[in-house]
């Protein structure tokens, strides 16, 4: 296992819609497995494939950050299949560093995909677990919670780390 370097808001893989993966091999299970330990590193509750630059659809959520394994899921392909209601919440992404706005997510969604051993799984998620999901599945669609502000608020926040990224050695 090995802790992978997280991209950060600008780079183009973050902008990319990420391919499904179609062979559960040796490559996605070490990736699987860097990314939990990547994300509980960081530590952070969610992660997509595509925040460690790899443009596939996988992400590892945990919102006991490494406490317990039970609220650990691994889940290719994910796809929303249902969702209900509303909630307005601050949010913050590991690419998008010290920055927090509120998102409105659903309050409650299915999500449909594979496990690890290429199970198919359907998980019912509500509250703070379904908007997880929703934004980890954001990312393999090349979207960040950032996108989901208002013009005016998602310009401000792309200035920034334009500047912050120009001001680099
Ligand atoms: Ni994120």
Known sequence: ??????????????AAKSAPVTVIDD?????ARDMIETLHAAPGLGLSAPQVN???????????IGENP?????????EITSQEG??????GCLSVPEVFEKVTRP?????????????????EARDLLARVFCHEIDHLDGKLFVDRLSP?????????????????P
């Open 1 to 14: 296992m090995s802790l992978r370097p997280i991209i950060t808001i600008g780079h183009k893989t973050l």
């Open 27 to 31: 490559g996605v299970r070490t990736l």
């Open 54 to 64: 790899v443009s596939v659809r996988l992400i590892v959520l945990d919102l006991s």
């Open 70 to 78: 039970d609220d650990l899921i691994i889940m290719i392909n994910p």
């Open 86 to 91: 509303q909630i307005i919440r601050e949010e």
């Open 107 to 123: 309050q409650k969604v299915t999500v449909q995909g594979l496990d690890l051993e290429g199970k198919e799984r359907v998980l």
């Open 152 to 168: 005016l608020k998602r310009s401000l926040i792309r200035k920034k780390f334009r500047k912050a990224a120009a001001a680099k």
